[in-house]
């Protein structure tokens, strides 16, 4: 029965009845999803625990005596305020003590990068640690209220002068609900309480103990349907090998590795071998089989492993006895604004206090200077007494700031004689002196209480901010497109006169290498295009012409095509290419007549212009039956256009004379800085304009370079000195400091091995690059070290190309001084004319992908009629 059909009347009909929950069971059900979104899933926004935390940090400040008490004592004593039993409490205790904030910890406390869980509560220990005790406890602005038993006294909420929730981050499941505030950096966290404080505009973003790359752009403050994507940190260690140091929040080493092996068993990636040295820090180092790309694995790691993860945060807190639904920035506003409140009431608190001390002293100093003690002897009664007492003290009213109370003179009346008779009144009115100090110390950060809390959460920040920086990277992340990093693994075979294509047509024409995320573009012989998924057996129709991987937005494949107009008889030529397209949909590439039909189809992966030769039928008095046509002279248009004519009269056959070159104009490539990705969208830095055979050259603070084809896949690190478009012809000019002689030298070289990274400084642990320069005639200033005992020696000016010629890249170089350099600064370079052998031949059909693998024969079909 659907949906739509779930009807009272229906369900009648059917026989069956809806029985309603009223009653007890309603009020049941009520009860139990309220006790446990308030008092078991959701934490409070006054101090940021949920109730299990909150009486675990109480019984610890009840057991606190400095020292480390087993875990299995703390679950103890927190029982008699917690009615769920041991095992939620010790849960929540190492939880907490993982965090690393509020609980110092000794033991086997489990992993959060392995997933290893802690020890038995018996053999590990904890005590409160010091900012906890600084910030979590006040027991005389604390409210009360008697716990579950009725036995003993827990506080309604702890006065935490600090934006708890948010340092630590919390999630839990409700009735109904449920909640995910992720944790923020400590010290990001005063500096945005200071702020509002100061009505400055603040912005805060989540900081994971697990570090990793976080991208923030779609947060939304924390608000539900924001999230963020956290990536593991991948660098390439060589050709063959990646090294994973820092893991998504979320996950574990363990099921990090694990969703690999799942990837890797399902074809979308290949990994010969893992290995994980996790100890202190994360270390997976993943081994690759021969011949696959370091850089594409990357991006498949992210692309299909829990290498890439993305979190939906969920700010609930309970106020008010009631669920609300926040913004981060509200909530950290709201605990700034708790903060302030506890600070005024402690504040006020020890103002009455001092204010009572220096009443109470007053009154003793008069008691003991007046001698009113000599006639207690005359008084038997209490009340008697009390009334002498303050008929005694009525001519000193106007020096006392408050009332006297009988507690006040049942303690003069205890005073020692002792005492009494070693007063000193100058020593009692110096303590008075800085009674007074004090107050008005108070009262001054009464009447500035927002200085003080900013001056509050400065201290804060200046005592526990020491190891606290942030630890994941914020940056924005490149989309990456799955069919392009997938591995394909799985071969695809057509079945062209037949029109089937597929993985399992294993006797027939084998197209290439595919992955089962990929679609099969495939063109028939009477002007129909299609695109399919691949799969083990498809039909598409009879006469297929062509058939490959179908990329989307590939603008470099280029399709040349002739035609005959099957209602006309004449014959036409046009250029395309197909970027977006509808699967399986049929897309008519000629007029639709009985009689149409492709006489040339060619797919050119790199825009390839042929030429070809027209061969007519003998018709009439026609005397030119043959010659030759450039596809280089028709533009590259729409797949939807009619083209040029060809000819009027029947096409014999069209044959291939001569293979053609690219087309294409050379693609603009950018370098993102943030991203750390090349890319198309004019995004960073402008590097060039690259034709197919075009490379980028490297040079690295590590004295490594080489050449590389400007793939967009590329992954980059904070190491690059040099990146540009490589001109084999312009030298390399350096400058480094060899370890082994002490010595500084120059060399310059061109690049010999365009496919090998070499290091162009010597070997020794101490060498290092001072100067590296792609320029043709650089220029340098040499600053040397002022040594004891010599005079200074003067700054001088090195021009590289005059200084030494250019040698092989393994030469070690000319010695550039025999004195101790401080430091190379690069100077303006000489001006040298540069030629441009840039040349548009094609309209500019946009930035396109970088082919790396064409088809030895370009895709070309010759047919014959």
């Known amino acids: 029965m659907s949906v739509e059909e779930n009807t009272p009347q229906s369900l009648q009909q059917s026989g069956e009845s809806i029985i309603k929950i009223t009653g007890m069971y309603q009020n049941w059900f009520l009860d139990y999803a309220s006790y446990v979104i308030l008092e078991r899933a959701v934490p409070a926004i006054e101090d940021g625990f949920k109730p299990v935390q909150r009486r675990i940090m109480h019984s610890m400040r009840e057991l606190y005596k400095g020292h480390l008490d087993k875990v299995a004592k703390i679950v103890g004593h927190t029982m008699q305020f917690h009615p769920h039993g041991d095992s939620s409490i010790s849960d929540a205790l190492v939880q907490l003590g993982q965090k690393e904030l509020l609980i110092d910890t000794q033991g086997a406390w489990g992993n959060i990068l392995t997933g290893d869980a802690a020890a038995a509560s018996r053999y590990i220990e904890a005590r409160l640690s ?14 009360w209220q008697v716990s579950y038993d009725g036995r003993e006294k827990e506080p309604v909420n702890l006065p935490v002068k600090f934006p708890l929730l948010l340092a630590q981050g919390t999630e839990g499941i409700a009735v109904g609900l449920s909640t995910k505030i992720l944790p923020h950096n400590f010290l990001e966290l005063i500096d945005a309480s200071i702020s509002y404080l100061k009505n400055q505009p603040f912005e805060l973003y989540p900081d994971f103990p697990t570090a990793g790359i976080m991208d923030v752009s779609n947060y939304n403050d924390g608000q539900r349907g924001g999230r963020v994507r956290v990536r593991a940190k991948i660098s ?39 290995d994980d040295n996790t100890a202190k820090n994360v270390d997976i180092i993943i081994h690759l089989p021969p011949g696959i790309s370091p850089d594409k694995t990357i991006d498949a790691l992210y692309a299909f492993t829990a290498c890439e993860t993305s979190i939906s945060p969920l700010a609930c807190v309970i106020q008010d006895n009631k669920p609300h639904f926040l913004t981060i920035s509200e909530i950290l506003r709201r605990s700034t604004d708790n903060t302030v409140q506890l600070l005024k009431k402690e504040l006020e608190v020890e103002l009455r206090e001092l204010e009572e001390q220096w009443h109470f002293s007053s009154l003793e100093k008069i008691f003991i200077r007046e001698e009113m003690y000599i006639d207690f002897k005359l008084y038997s009664e209490r009340e008697a007494l009390y009334q002498y007492l303050r008929n005694r003290f009525e001519p000193f009213k106007e020096q006392l700031i408050k009332e006297i109370t009988n507690e006040h003179l049942q303690r003069l009346t205890q005073i020692p004689m002792i005492r009494i008779t070693k007063f000193d009144t100058f020593k009692a009115d110096k303590n008075m002196l800085k009674i007074e100090a004090d107050i008005e110390e108070i009262k001054n950060h009464l009447a500035n209480l927002i200085d003080y809390a900013i001056n509050h959460f400065k201290r804060l920040k200046e005592t526990y901010g020491k190891g606290k920086e942030r630890k994941t990277e914020i940056r924005p992340f490149d989309n990456i497109e799955a069919t392009k990093v997938v591995v394909r693994n799985i071969k695809l075979y057509v079945n062209k006169a037949e029109g089937f294509v597929g ?21 028939v012989e009477n002007g129909i295009m299609k695109v399919v998924k691949v799969s083990d057996k498809t039909y598409v129709e009879k006469n297929i012409i062509h058939a490959a991987v179908f990329k989307k937005d590939d603008k470099r494949t280029i399709y040349n095509l002739i035609y005959k107009d ?36 060619s797919a050119n992966p790199n825009g390839e212009a042929e030429i070809v030769t027209i061969n007519l039928r003998q018709v009439g008095s026609v005397r030119k039956l043959r010659w030759d046509i450039n596809f280089a002279d028709t533009l590259i248009k729409g797949r939807g256009v009619k083209g040029n004519l060809v000819s009027k009269y029947p096409i014999k056959r069209v044959e291939l004379k001569e293979k053609g070159v690219s087309t294409l104009k050379p693609r603009k490539i950018w370098f993102d800085d943030i991203v750390k990705r090349l890319n198309t969208e004019e995004r960073g830095k402008l590097l060039g304009a690259f034709k197919g055979s075009d490379r980028l050259l490297l040079a690295t603070k590590d004295g490594n370079i080489k050449t590389v084809i400007p793939d967009l896949s590329l992954h980059f690190d904070d190491n690059i000195l040099i990146m540009e478009k490589w001109i084999p012809e312009k030298p390399i000019s350096v400058i480094y400091y060899d370890g082994e002689k002490e010595r500084c030298f120059v060399k310059r070289f061109l690049i010999e091995n365009e496919n090998k990274e070499e290091l162009i400084i010597t070997e020794h642990p101490k060498s290092h690059l001072l100067f590296i320069s792609s320029d043709w005639r650089p220029m340098a200033e040499v600053i040397f070290t002022k040594e004891r005992g010599k005079p200074e020696k003067e700054n001088i000016l090195v021009n590289l190309e005059e200084f030494i010629a250019i040698k092989g890249i393994k030469a070690l170089g000319n010695q550039l001084t025999t004195d101790k350099v401080k430091e190379i600064i690069t100077l303006e370079s000489l001006p040298y004319e540069e030629q441009d052998d840039v040349e548009i031949t094609e309209e500019d ?6 082919i790396e693998d064409n088809d030895e024969n370009n895709g070309q079909t010759e047919l014959e009629f």
């Open 503 to 523: 993985t399992s047509l294993k006797k027939d024409d084998y197209i290439g290498d595919c992955s089962d995320i990929d679609d099969v573009i495939v063109f």
């Open 236 to 274: 390439q260690v060589d050709k063959s090998t990646l090294r994973i140091t820092e893991i998504p929040f979320s996950t574990t080493t363990g099921s990090l590795i694990e969703s690999i092996l799942k990837a890797n068993d399902k074809g979308k990636i290949k990994v010969k071998k893992i």
């Open 845 to 850: 059909l946009g930035d396109d992908e970088i």
């Open 566 to 601: 099957g209602q006309t008889g004449f014959s036409y030529i046009k250029r395309f290419s197909v970027t977006g397209v509808i699967r399986d949909k049929e897309y008519e590439l000629i007029p639709n007549h009985k009689n149409s039909k492709i006489l040339y189809f």
């Open 130 to 143: 010091k900012f906890a005790l600084d910030v979590v406890f006040s027991p005389k602005v604390t409210e």
